[in-house]
């Protein structure tokens, strides 16, 4: 099955077999300007898609970040620094009409849902029935998981399934935990503007006070706003992915520190298949969208 995945600065591409969850094949990485016009936006979607060897009347599985209408397949970005070029568009029916075969049909998810059903699906998850797969890079990622269905709404879960509407002292929870927040924060700690968060990482493991004091902040603020979440929802296990992921020994004990009443999370893992676990997750649910 082909997929998908569009992320705010690459597109990747490939085809999966949604049977085992294993790639046919290689993956086809390509630079995406976030800030592109919607022409260009669109020229760098339909080479990866066309990088893939596909057969007339093929169902995409295309995983791609929100606010986005992933029914109708039209893009609603705004405010969110990437892809508002594409606002309004019917982006279903450009690419189909712009494939190089035809297309029997092409299915939209949200890229944390496909994260977390890919890891549910053929990863760290895979046993358990209620999963919340969890994305820490440019922002914050969730994807809440039932029994291999993707769910938005039920105890515990935040508006929309979204992690990124929990507030933090008033304040929407990314300005604590995002990339940007975390810069933005150590350029106040340390007058450092140039600093990216791996960078930050690196010294607060070597024991810098200033690094140290504000990934803690920014940890103990996401276990405050998702301890609630995952008690509520009742989660039998976290994947952890995303680029922050490669820091998680050092994160996870500030993590757990905000949680509230020292209450402790279910099982955390590392997901298995950090780089194509969305791919993976946009061909189950393809698959599963058309049986």
């Given at each position: 099955?082909?997929?998908?995945?569009?992320?705010?600065?690459?597109?990747?591409?490939?085809?999966?077999d949604p049977q085992t969850g294993t790639l046919v094949g290689p993956v086809h990485r390509r630079h995406l300007d976030g800030a592109g016009s919607a022409a260009e936006i669109l020229d760098v979607l339909v080479a990866a898609a066309g990088a893939v060897s596909?057969?007339?009347?093929?169902?995409?599985?295309?995983?791609?970040?929100?606010?986005?209408?992933?029914?109708?397949?039209?893009?609603?970005?705004?405010?969110?620094?990437?892809?508002?070029?594409?606002?309004?568009?019917?982006?279903?029916?450009?690419?189909?009409?712009?494939?190089?075969?035809?297309?029997?049909?092409?299915?939209?998810?949200?890229?944390?849902?496909?994260?977390?059903?890919?890891?549910?699906?053929?990863?760290?998850?895979?046993?358990?029935?209620?999963?919340?797969?969890?994305?820490?890079?440019?922002?914050?990622?969730?994807?809440?998981?039932?029994?291999?269905?993707?769910?938005?709404?039920?105890?515990?879960?935040?508006?929309?399934?979204?992690?990124?509407?929990?507030?933090?002292?008033?304040?929407?929870?990314?300005?604590?935990?995002?990339?940007?927040?975390?810069?933005?924060?150590?350029?106040?700690?340390?007058?450092?503007?140039?600093?990216?968060?791996?960078?930050?990482?690196?010294?607060?493991?070597?024991?810098?006070?200033?690094?140290?004091?504000?990934?803690?902040?920014?940890?103990?603020?996401?276990?405050?706003?998702?301890?609630?979440?995952?008690?509520?929802?009742?989660?039998?296990?976290?994947?952890?992915?995303?680029?922050?992921?490669?820091?998680?020994?050092?994160?996870?004990?500030?993590?757990?520190?905000?949680?509230?009443?020292?209450?402790?999370?279910?099982?955390?893992?590392?997901?298995?298949?950090?780089?194509?676990?969305?791919?993976?997750?946009?061909?189950?649910?393809?698959?599963?969208?058309?049986?």
């Open positions: 099955m082909p997929v998908l995945d569009v992320g705010g600065t690459h597109v990747s591409s490939g085809l999966v596909v057969s007339p009347g093929a169902t995409w599985g295309v995983a791609i970040p929100d606010p986005f209408d992933y029914a109708q397949g039209i893009a609603l970005f705004h405010g969110v620094g990437k892809f508002e070029s594409l606002r309004g568009l019917d982006l279903r029916a450009m690419l189909s009409a712009r494939l190089p075969a035809r297309t029997r049909q092409i299915v939209f998810l949200n890229d944390a849902d496909a994260f977390a059903l890919g890891e549910w699906a053929y990863g760290a998850a895979s046993g358990y029935r209620r999963c919340l797969g969890l994305t820490l890079g440019t922002g914050v990622g969730t994807g809440w998981i039932v029994d291999g269905r993707i769910v938005s709404s039920g105890p515990g879960i935040p508006p929309g399934g979204r992690a990124y509407r929990l507030e933090v002292g008033g304040a929407p929870l990314e300005e604590t935990v995002s990339r940007r927040a975390i810069r933005r924060a150590y350029w106040a700690a340390a007058g450092d503007a140039g600093a990216d968060v791996r960078e930050i990482a690196g010294w607060a493991r070597d024991g810098a006070p200033a690094a140290r004091r504000v990934l803690r902040r920014s940890m103990r603020a996401l276990g405050g706003a998702l301890g609630p979440c995952l008690r509520d929802f009742a989660a039998d296990v976290v994947v952890v992915g995303g680029s922050m992921a490669a820091s998680w020994d050092l994160l996870e004990p500030w993590w757990l520190s905000g949680f509230a009443d020292g209450a402790q999370p279910p099982p955390i893992r590392l997901a298995a298949n950090p780089h194509h676990a969305p791919l993976l997750g946009a061909a189950r649910f393809a698959r599963d969208s058309v049986d």
